[in-house]
């Protein structure tokens, strides 16, 4: 009897369901009382399983004189129970997997949390979330020029000495007029793109799980989105162009990398 108990629990039986069925197999047709006190279970229980079980087609009633009796189905409607559940679980698999989609949408991390910021403050947000979040790589592509154009130097140091205290491994790839080497420590590598190639105001940063949008000229606004599949596909982007300015040719764009 406890294996089967178990295998009933297992199909998803409650303890009570369990007992009264296979108590009721084994004594045969009896009343609501006699059936909950050899089942051990409160009468109001025993009610409630009978209707269960009845619904499910494993009990049915007899009448005795004035008496209604309750007995088990043959163990053969068991097995076509069973089967008849199988089948249901599987149309509900067959459901899920058709709308995995829709649920992974509404898993956090999965659905971007966006946050807009506008005017000068814009890009001093995204500089506290970074402090805040601490992340251990950084990848940015943007104009170095309309950086420094919109934030004092005193700014931008202050934000430098506390990434400092975490030091990320960063990697830039800049648009700037600039054409001596960069550097702010060794855990940073910068690339420069120049000036008469290129020409683009905005700011592309990605750190920990968010990617941050940036644009300079005209009305200042960021957009920062905390997505990992963002992440993902936008460090890919920059692992590309990382990758092909690596093999360009000495003369066409300048690399440099920071002093060890």
């Not at 005193?154 to 990697?171: N, Q, W």
């Not at 990382?242 to 093999?247: D, I, L, N, P």
């Amino acid at each position: 009897m406890a294996q089967w108990d178990k295998l009933l629990k297992s199909l998803g039986f409650t303890e009570s369901e369990a007992k009264i069925y296979l108590k009721s197999l084994e004594i045969g047709a009896a009343s609501v009382q006699d059936l909950a006190k050899k089942s051990r279970v409160s009468r109001v229980t025993t009610y409630a399983v009978i209707e269960t079980l009845t619904v499910q087609g494993l009990m049915s009633s007899v009448e005795k004189g004035k008496k209604k009796l309750y007995v088990a189905e043959s163990p053969d409607r068991l097995v076509s129970v069973v089967h008849s559940k199988v089948k249901t679980m599987e149309a509900t698999l067959k459901e899920i997997q058709a709308s995995l989609h829709d649920l992974k949408m509404i898993q956090r991390g999965e659905k971007p949390v966006v946050k807009l910021f506008e005017g000068p403050e814009a890009l001093k947000a995204i500089q506290d979330d970074v402090l805040q979040t601490r992340p251990k790589h950084m990848d940015e592509f943007g104009n170095l020029d309309e950086i420094r154009r919109l934030y004092k130097p005193e700014d931008r140091e202050v934000f430098f000495h506390e990434v400092k205290k975490f030091l990320p491994k960063t990697r830039a790839i800049f648009l700037s007029q600039e054409v001596k080497p960069i550097s702010r420590g060794s855990h940073e590598e910068i690339a420069l793109l120049p000036v008469d190639k290129f020409n683009f105001s905005g700011d592309v940063f990605v750190y920990g799980n968010k990617v941050a949008l940036s644009t300079f000229r005209g009305k200042q606004i960021s957009v920062l989105i905390e997505s990992e599949e963002l992440v993902k596909t936008f460090r890919a982007m920059f692992e590309y162009l990382w990758h092909c300015m690596a093999h360009l040719p000495v003369d066409s764009f300048n690399k440099v990398k920071p002093r060890e």
